[in-house]
C-alpha cells in the first residue's frame, strides 16, 4: 500500500484494512470529493424526478415568494 503523508490506514487484528484517518489539513480536497461520493451512493436507490418537473417546481415556488 502507498504510504501519504497525512493519511494512516488502522488495520484490524487479522492485518485487514479497518479505518482510514486522514490529516484534513493536508486532504481537504480529497475528504471533500470522498464525502460527496459516499452521501451520492447513500441516495442510488430515492426515488428521481425529470429535470422539467424539477424546474417547474423551482420557478413556481420563486413565483410565489416574489409576488
Known sequence: MLKLKGVKVIKNKNGKPKQLIIDIDKHYDIVE??????????????????????????????KTKHK
Do not use: G, M
Open 33 to 62: 470529493d470522498l464525502v460527496d461520493v459516499i452521501e451520492a451512493e447513500s441516495r442510488l436507490n430515492e426515488p428521481t424526478l425529470p429535470a422539467e418537473e424539477v424546474y417547474k417546481k423551482i420557478q413556481a415556488r420563486f
